[in-house]
């Protein structure tokens, strides 16, 4: 069967340590969050670069990369400049008013490029048990709208 093609964001290690987390007895590695799309349930294998250290990154399943060894710069990877240039100004310019790291821009050219309908939290600020939401809802013409929402966070016990 033969199933549409998806994309995710979903977070990767590196094995670099932030500088905080560094006089740590037991190693905190850096996370960063990827976008990958998925055919006929298989993630479709790219490189990354880690946004802290720079070392290039195989992501070869959901939440699993293996180093690129031999590869010590990235520069056939696409920035979000060359992703910008693809956008209809007005998004290109709010999306680096709002300072989204580069899976967001990965994610909105899929939706815009697969016509596809989805809504993206941007930023999410939390106060005790309620968040305020600013999301980005990219429509199948890709044409976006911007939307902000309160949500009650429930935890459960």
């Given at each position: 069967m033969n199933m549409a093609i998806e994309?995710?964001?979903?977070?990767?290690?590196?094995?670099?340590?932030?500088p905080q987390f560094r006089n740590r007895q037991?190693?905190?590695?850096?996370?960063?969050?990827?976008?990958?799309?998925?055919?006929?349930?298989k993630v479709n294998k790219k490189l990354v670069q880690c946004n802290n250290c720079g070392i290039l990154h195989?992501?070869?399943?959901?939440?699993?990369?293996?180093i690129a060894h031999g590869m010590e710069e990235g520069t056939s990877l696409r920035s979000i400049d060359d992703i910008r240039l693809s956008f209809p100004?007005?998004?290109?310019?709010?999306?680096?008013?709002?300072?989204?790291d580069i899976s967001i821009w990965e994610y909105v050219e899929f939706l815009i490029d697969n016509k596809q309908e989805k809504e993206i939290i941007l930023n999410k600020d939390t106060?005790?048990?309620?968040?305020?939401?600013?999301?980005?809802?990219?429509?199948?013409?890709?044409?976006?709208?911007?939307?902000?929402?309160?949500?009650?966070?429930e935890v459960e016990f």
């Open positions: 994309g995710v964001r979903h977070l990767i290690e590196c094995h670099c340590i932030l037991t190693p905190v590695y850096h996370k960063f969050i990827v976008f990958s799309t998925i055919d006929d349930d195989k992501v070869v399943d959901i939440c699993k990369s293996e100004q007005n998004l290109g310019d709010f999306l680096v008013q709002q300072k989204v106060k005790d048990d309620v968040s305020q939401l600013k999301i980005l809802h990219v429509k199948p013409d890709g044409t976006f709208k911007i939307k902000s929402e309160t949500r009650q966070d």
